[in-house]
């Protein structure tokens, strides 16, 4: 089993930032990636942000947040994060964490979710 615990969600203004956090334990072997997403009201749950295991950790992030976020990984914690900064008011959602581990199949593991509010 896989437990995601996440931290760090909140009310904020526009053009702020907050860090969120998601500690990972359990059964965390093979690991492919870590990552965010988000689900708005009515919308779809997205891609936020994805880093990869190994020794470089490739990251890859949704257009609308490129150059204002940063998911980075702390491998001795087993923790990853997304600092957000200049947030805007249409990343107000629930950012849920993601682990993918690849055991012959893939499987994803997912966190309960932190609610990111930002206001105008």
């Known amino acids: 089993q896989v437990q995601l615990v996440e931290s760090g969600g909140g009310l904020v203004q526009a053009v702020g930032s907050l860090r969120l956090s998601c500690a990972a334990s359990?059964?965390?072997?093979?690991?492919?990636?870590m990552g965010w997403y988000r689900q708005a009201p009515g919308k779809q749950r997205e891609l936020v942000a994805r880093?990869?295991?190994?020794?470089?950790?490739?990251?890859n992030y949704a257009d609308s947040v490129k150059g204002r976020f940063t998911i980075s990984r702390d491998n001795a914690k087993k923790t990853v994060y997304l600092q957000m900064n200049s947030l805007k008011p249409e990343d107000t959602a629930v950012y849920y964490c993601?682990?993918?581990?690849?055991?012959?199949?893939?499987?994803?593991?997912w966190g309960q979710g932190t609610q990111v509010t930002v206001s105008s």
């Open positions: 359990g059964s965390i072997d093979s690991i492919n990636a």
């Open positions: 880093i990869t295991s190994g020794a470089i950790g490739f990251t």
């Open positions: 993601n682990l993918q581990r690849r055991l012959g199949s893939t499987y994803n593991y």
